[in-house]
């Protein structure tokens, strides 16, 4: 499906035909009849627009025939019935010096977030419009790490008073959430900090000179590019403190829960003790022998007392002995 803007206006418009210049197409799950529709009209690299149809595609930039592919990894929600929340998918950004593609495979809550942004992207301006989407994508990761810490919490509530391991699991599916999140924003770092060499021109080769050539460099944009940077590091930063944090939560209530347990089992091993004593005590006056006080005629009475007193030294002796 695709999907075409232009900034017209101060305002990002959509349109209906690709006749217009300056444009940004965002393409989601396309068939090959539309990639091939845009390598013809664009004397594109299929290659490029199939890049992020793979999700196990790894962010990098490349760049050849006046043509750059920045793909980075962005946050996806998971599938209805996965017990994993978040994960990612890969995002592929082609430039070129006529248009801007977005392609992914599934739709995306960061170009849905990047349409509602109060600063509207200019599709004039390719290299400040690209910096924007990755300042979003930095940003949309913060958010929904701050969801995930927010979830553990209330899983904490119910472990405080659970002994059951449905808790500790859905724990474990959000410490994968964060594996995936930690990986992805690594490997966003990487593609950043190329970019910014490229800027810097510490690094010289022909996919260098491409990317800057298509993506210029300007002076506004700079603060932008550190400010992406920055957002990348924090969301690095959080990731692994809350990875670290929801493992040791992890760990921590595997104790509790393993303790709780033994201490049902401590308790039913005490009931089954004190238990025992007036079944061994009517076992002996149940016997068809001659027993003391069978003629007695409190006798029935004066078993009960007994046995209800040896029940009570029982439980005092254990308690005594803080074996409970």
Same mark, same amino acid.
């Given at each position: 499906?695709?999907?075409?803007?232009?900034?017209i206006?101060?305002?990002?418009?959509?349109?209906?035909?690709?006749?217009?210049?300056?444009l940004?197409?965002?393409?989601?799950?396309?068939?090959?009849?539309?990639?091939?529709?845009?390598?013809?009209?664009?004397?594109?690299?299929?290659?490029?627009?199939k890049?992020?149809?793979?999700?196990e595609?790894?962010?990098?930039?490349?760049?050849?025939?006046?043509?750059?592919?920045?793909?980075?990894?962005?946050?996806?929600?998971s599938?209805?019935?996965?017990? @994993? @929340?978040?994960?990612?998918?890969?995002?592929?950004?082609?430039?070129?010096?006529q248009?801007?593609i977005?392609?992914?495979?599934?739709?995306?809550?960061?170009?849905?977030?990047?349409?509602?942004?109060r600063?509207?992207?200019?599709?004039?301006?390719?290299?400040?419009?690209?910096?924007?989407l990755?300042?979003?994508?930095?940003?949309? &990761?913060?958010?929904?790490?701050?969801?995930?810490?927010?979830?553990?919490?209330?899983?904490?509530?119910?472990?405080?008073?659970?002994?059951?391991?449905?808790?500790?699991?859905?724990?474990?599916?959000?410490?994968?959430?964060?594996?995936? &999140?930690?990986?992805?924003?690594?490997s *966003?770092?990487?593609?950043l900090?190329?970019?910014?060499?490229?800027?810097?021109?510490?690094?010289?080769?022909?996919?260098?000179e491409?990317?800057?050539?298509?993506?210029?460099?300007?002076?506004?944009?700079e603060?932008?590019?550190?400010?992406?940077?920055t957002? *990348?590091?924090?969301?690095?930063?959080?990731?692994?403190?809350?990875?670290? @944090?929801?493992?040791?939560t992890?760990?921590?209530?595997?104790?509790?829960?393993?303790?709780?347990?033994?201490?049902?089992?401590?308790?039913?091993?005490?009931?089954? @003790?004190?238990?025992?004593?007036?079944?061994?005590?009517?076992?002996?006056?149940?016997?068809?022998?001659?027993?003391?006080?069978?003629?007695?005629?409190?006798?029935y009475?004066?078993?009960?007392?007994?046995?209800?007193?040896?029940?009570?030294?029982?439980?005092?002796?254990?308690?005594?002995?803080?074996?409970?």
């Amino acid at each position: 499906m695709l999907k075409i803007y232009k900034t017209i206006g101060g305002s990002l418009t959509r349109l209906n035909s690709l006749e217009e210049k300056n444009l940004w197409i965002d393409v989601t799950d396309p068939d090959e009849a539309e990639l091939q529709m845009l390598c013809s009209r664009y004397d594109l690299d299929v290659d490029l627009l199939k890049a992020s149809l793979d999700e196990e595609e790894r962010p990098r930039i490349e760049a050849y025939d006046d043509q750059v592919l920045i793909l980075i990894s962005m946050p996806n929600s998971s599938a209805h019935k996965s017990p @994993i @929340i978040y994960n990612t998918i890969p995002l592929g950004i082609v430039i070129t010096e006529q248009v801007i593609i977005t392609v992914a495979l599934k739709e995306s809550m960061l170009i849905d977030q990047f349409l509602k942004t109060r600063a509207v992207p200019v599709t004039q301006k390719r290299t400040r419009f690209v910096l924007q989407l990755l300042y979003n994508n930095a940003r949309l &990761f913060l958010s929904r790490l701050k969801e995930i810490d927010k979830k553990s919490t209330e899983i904490e509530q119910y472990l405080h008073k659970s002994s059951k391991n449905e808790e500790l699991i859905n724990m474990l599916n959000l410490e994968k959430s964060l594996v995936y &999140f930690t990986t992805a924003l690594r490997s *966003n770092e990487n593609v950043l900090e190329k970019l910014l060499r490229t800027y810097l021109r510490t690094v010289h080769d022909e996919e260098s000179e491409t990317t800057v050539r298509i993506l210029k460099k300007y002076e506004e944009d700079e603060d932008l590019l550190e400010d992406v940077i920055t957002e *990348n590091k924090q969301a690095i930063d959080m990731a692994d403190i809350y990875t670290n @944090i929801l493992s040791g939560t992890m760990d921590a209530f595997a104790s509790v829960i393993s303790n709780n347990l033994n201490i049902v089992m401590k308790f039913l091993a005490i009931i089954t @003790i004190v238990m025992a004593i007036p079944t061994i005590i009517t076992s002996f006056f149940g016997m068809n022998v001659a027993l003391p006080f069978q003629t007695w005629h409190y006798a029935y009475v004066g078993i009960i007392l007994l046995t209800v007193v040896l029940m009570v030294m029982g439980v005092l002796f254990i308690t005594k002995k803080k074996m409970y």
